[in-house]
C-alpha cells in the first residue's frame, strides 16, 4: 500500500514537473520569435518613432555611491543607475495571438543597437562610461506590449562642479547633474524627470567628509546654435564635515593657522551682519 502511494505521487511529481519545463519551453520559443519579429524590421532604428508630438522621455537615477570628489580638479564622480522610458509603437506586439503569455521581453546587449534609442548626455560630465560597450551586466532593456521601453544603465561618470572655498573649511558646495538630449531638439524630444522619486539615493549613503543637503530637480530649456534643447537638472549641496578638519588639522596639526583662519571667519560673519 505504501508503494503504491509512493508511486502516485512521484507520477504526479514528475506530471507536474514535465509540464512547468513544456511551459518555460514554450515561452522561451515565443520570445526568441518575439525578438526576430521586431528585430526584422529595420525602421525600428531608423529615426524618431513616428507621431505628431516630440518623442516623451523620462528619464530617472538611483546614486548608488560617491567614488571621490576632488576639490583640486573641481569635480565629483557618482556610481549610478540610470533609467529612460519612452514609447515607440513600431516595437508594439499583440498578446491576443501568439504572445498572450508574455509581458515584456528583454533584448540582449548586441540587440539593442538594432533598435532607435534617444541620444542622451551630461552636458557638465567630465568623463562617463556612458560610452563604454553594452553588455548584460551593466545594461538591461524592455519592451511592454504597448511599445513602452525601459532601458537602465549602471553608470560612474565624473562631473564639474564649480567650488567656491572662501568659508573653508564651513562651506557648503553647490553641484549639479545635467541630463539633455544631443541632437534632437524641443521639435523632436520632450526630456522630463520621473513623477514619482526621479533621484533616489541609497539609503544612508553620504560623501566622504560631507552631508548631502538642498536636493532639487528642475526642467528647462538650453537655446544653442543648433536649436532649443529640452534639459533636466538635479541639484543638490555638499557641506563640509568642519568637525574632521578641525580636529584633524587645526587641534593635531597646526593650531595657530587654525586659530587665525577662525578668527577672521567669525570677523567676517560679524561684518556681513552688521551692514
Not at 62 to 84: C, K, Q, V, W, Y
Request: a neutral charge.
Amino acid at each position: 500500500m505504501a508503494d503504491n502511494r509512493t508511486s502516485f505521487l512521484a507520477a504526479v511529481r514528475f506530471i507536474l514537473l514535465s509540464s512547468c519545463v513544456c511551459q518555460f519551453v514554450s515561452s522561451s520559443e515565443q520570445e526568441i520569435k518575439l525578438i526576430k519579429n521586431i528585430l526584422s524590421n529595420e525602421d525600428n532604428k531608423l529615426g524618431l518613432p513616428p507621431g505628431e508630438k516630440p518623442v516623451s522621455i523620462t528619464v530617472d537615477i538611483h546614486i548608488t555611491g560617491f567614488p571621490h570628489i576632488s576639490e583640486l580638479n573641481m569635480e565629483f564622480a557618482i556610481a549610478h543607475d540610470f533609467r529612460m522610458t519612452w514609447k515607440d509603437e513600431r516595437l508594439a506586439f499583440d498578446t491576443d495571438t501568439d504572445f498572450q503569455n508574455i509581458t515584456s521581453v528583454r533584448l540582449l546587449p548586441v540587440q539593442i543597437e538594432r533598435i532607435w534609442k534617444p541620444d542622451i548626455f551630461f552636458p557638465n560630465e567630465r568623463g562617463s562610461s556612458m560610452s563604454s560597450p553594452l553588455t548584460d551586466s551593466n545594461s538591461l532593456l524592455k519592451i511592454k506590449p504597448d511599445g513602452s521601453v525601459v532601458f537602465s544603465r549602471r553608470l560612474e561618470t565624473v562631473f564639474k562642479c564649480e567650488m567656491m572655498f572662501h568659508d573653508y573649511p564651513f562651506d557648503v558646495q553647490n553641484c549639479s547633474i545635467i541630463i539633455s538630449s544631443y541632437g534632437y531638439d524641443t521639435k523632436s524630444v520632450d526630456i522630463r524627470w520621473k513623477k514619482f522619486i526621479p533621484v533616489q539615493v541609497h539609503h544612508n549613503l553620504s560623501p566622504m567628509d560631507f552631508n548631502l543637503t538642498a536636493v532639487k530637480t528642475g526642467t528647462y530649456e538650453q537655446e544653442s546654435m543648433n536649436g532649443q534643447f529640452s534639459r533636466v537638472k538635479f541639484s543638490f549641496g555638499l557641506r563640509r564635515h568642519s568637525s574632521f578638519y578641525i580636529i584633524q588639522v587645526c587641534v593635531l596639526k597646526n593650531p595657530l593657522s587654525c586659530f587665525c583662519s577662525l578668527a577672521a571667519f567669525v570677523v567676517q560673519c560679524l561684518t556681513e551682519r552688521q551692514f
